[in-house]
Nanobody
Framework: QVQLVESGGGLVQAGGSLRLSCAAS????????MGWFRQAPGKEREFVSA????????VYKNSVKGRFTISRDNAKNTLYLQMNSLKPEDTAVYYC?????????????????WGQGTQVTVSS
């Protein structure tokens, strides 16, 4: 069992930046693949980015490539999402998720554990 707590969301103007953090409990964080998903009002939850457990391979949703960077600090049991050049369409609740398999997945059924989410609002 792992517990995930996101932080770092907020209100920012278009073109601005935010860094989301996801603090994980437990000793097995380094063995989990981790992902970020988001859900805008009235829309389904969608994949944003993921990072593998050991090789630190990464994958991104096309619309955030070049603007968002996912990273992890296994010593701190923390996952990050650096978001630059934010756009109003990035407005959503952002969730981090953990996959015990250690393999990257871009679908939410690939993840067993989820945080409570953090709100990101980008004004135009």
């Amino acid at each position: 069992q792992v517990q995930l707590v996101e932080s770092g969301g907020g209100l920012v103007q278009a073109g601005g930046s935010l860094r989301l953090s996801c603090a994980a409990s437990g000793r097995t964080f380094s063995t989990y693949a981790m992902g970020w998903f988001r859900q805008a009002p009235g829309k389904e939850r969608e994949f944003v980015s993921a990072i593998s457990a050991l090789t630190t391979n990464t994958v991104y949703k096309n619309s955030v490539k070049g603007r968002f960077t996912i990273s992890r600090d296994n010593a701190k049991n923390t996952l990050y999402l650096q978001m630059n050049s934010l756009k109003p369409e990035d407005t959503a609740v952002y969730y981090c998720a953990a996959s015990p398999s250690g393999a990257i997945s871009s679908v939410d059924r690939g993840y067993a554990y989820w945080g409570q989410g953090t709100q990101v609002t980008v004004s135009s």
